[in-house]
């Protein structure tokens, strides 16, 4: 993934017709029953629109949006609700082991049947479930091309659509052997239900059901450069983690998709993280490359961030500063995303409870922005502070800052070299 393919993503983008100024993005989802019938899981499809239907374009793509779009804005929560989540892997992504990034415990790979089946491919099958992810083939219509993947797969999707009734016993009986489940996709009337149960297949999706169902969500405004820069730092033969976590750092979606990541059952982070350049080195470099790719390349527009966005830099730097120097050295990472994520809720235009459930944000810094009354008040007396400044209101500077070890003018000296920081970084 290249920074090449980063800007043609863009081109293709503003092809389309996207607005630059458009941060709502959409996935279908359409659900996949067993024989109750009861929803066992759901399987994602890409869209541009509103509108329900897929207009063509470039599959790597598009999965690589999906997957982002369900992990880093809309939530995997909220589109699964806890089941299977199936997933189209072109054999460019395959090959990449992009299905890495997703929780091996929801994921299901699912291989198109364009797919042609060597080496590399039966390879990185093998590696799949060996790591613990299931895989499925889909429109399975030729039993002779997926036989170097049958002992591999866990679900085949039969294609009822492209086989008449008299063909599919026929097709059902090619897979006696088969250890695995069956699924009948494209099931089109109670009939079509009927003998796929009769076949003894475990699983049904189709029109017959549910017509995939339209979800969207509201991202936070990539800024370009920091996300090129960033892909740049990903693609270096060996990784540079303290520039990477400046990148981040810069960036607001950047540090939203990241805390929204390792909240999710694809990292489970248990303990709190001090530092962003320790919650990317606990990641590990392999993960870490694949889901920075994916968030960069899905992520990049052309927009130049609101003056929202520079307000939660000013406010992040400025409190991260003003714990350096007062040797709170175990708070600078809370401090610094109280003062980055204080607007994300205008951002988002989402309740602030709603954006903080959704993110690997510790108690402390939740309850500062939930305006909690246990809320540390340190954190609160800084986070103040940078407001107080905001606003110019310097008598309220002076109260906030009796107990530091701060003058009023070191205090302004500081707030002003943050707004300097901010307006460097928005003009790189």
Not at 165 to 188: D, N, S, W, Y
């Amino acid at each position: 993934m290249s920074v090449d393919q980063a800007q043609q993503t863009i081109v293709q983008d503003q092809a389309k017709g996207n607005s630059a100024g458009d941060d709502v993005v959409f996935i279908a989802r359409q659900p996949i029953f067993d024989r109750v019938p009861k929803v066992f899981g759901y399987e994602l499809l890409f869209r541009s629109s509103a509108d329900n239907a897929y207009h063509g374009g470039d599959g790597s793509i598009a999965s690589c949006e999906t997957i982002s779009r369900a992990m880093n804005v809309i939530g995997l929560g909220m589109v699964t609700g806890g089941k299977k989540m199936f997933v189209n892997f072109p054999k460019k992504l395959l090959l990449e082991e992009v299905y890495a990034v997703l929780p091996r415990d929801l994921a299901v790979v699912e291989l198109l049947e364009a797919t042609a089946v060597d080496d590399d491919v039966i390879t990185v099958c093998r590696k799949l479930k060996a790591d613990g992810y299931t895989l499925a083939l889909d429109d399975v219509v030729d039993p002779i091309a997926i036989r170097p993947l049958l002992q591999y797969a866990d679900i085949l999707k039969v294609d009822f659509l492209a086989l008449s009734r008299e063909q599919r016993p026929h097709m059902i009986a090619e897979f006696r052997g088969f250890t695995g489940q069956l699924l009948a996709e494209k099931v089109e009337s109670r009939e079509d239900f009927d003998q796929a149960v009769q076949l003894g297949c475990e699983y049904v999706q189709g029109y017959f059901f549910a017509k995939p169902e339209v979800m969207s969500g509201r991202g936070v405004a990539a800024f370009e450069p920091v996300y090129l820069n960033f892909l740049r730092a990903l693609n270096q033969p060996e990784l540079d983690y303290d520039a990477l976590e400046e990148l981040i750092k810069r960036d607001v979606s950047l540090t939203y998709k990241l805390l929204r990541y390792l909240n999710s059952a694809a990292v489970g982070l248990r303990h709190k993280i001090t530092s962003i350049k320790q919650a990317l080195a606990l990641m590990g470099e392999k993960q870490l490359r694949k889901w920075g790719s994916l968030v960069a390349l899905t992520s990049l527009n052309r927009n130049k961030p609101a003056e929202l966005i520079l307000m939660c830099l000013v406010r992040a730097h400025f409190c991260e500063n003003i714990a350096k120097a007062e040797d709170l050295a175990d708070e600078q990472l809370d401090l610094f995303l109280i003062g980055l994520l204080s607007a994300i809720d205008a951002v988002l235009d989402t309740p602030m409870e709603q954006v903080l459930s959704q993110m690997a944000v510790i108690s402390d810094v939740s309850a500062v922005l939930l305006n909690y009354p246990t809320a540390h008040k340190e954190l609160v007396q800084i986070y103040t502070l940078a407001q107080a400044c905001e606003r110019g209101a310097w008598s309220t500077v002076t109260q906030l800052a009796t107990g530091l070890r701060l003058t009023q003018s070191e205090i302004a000296a500081m707030y002003y070299e943050a707004i300097t920081w901010a307006d460097q970084i928005l003009t790189i």
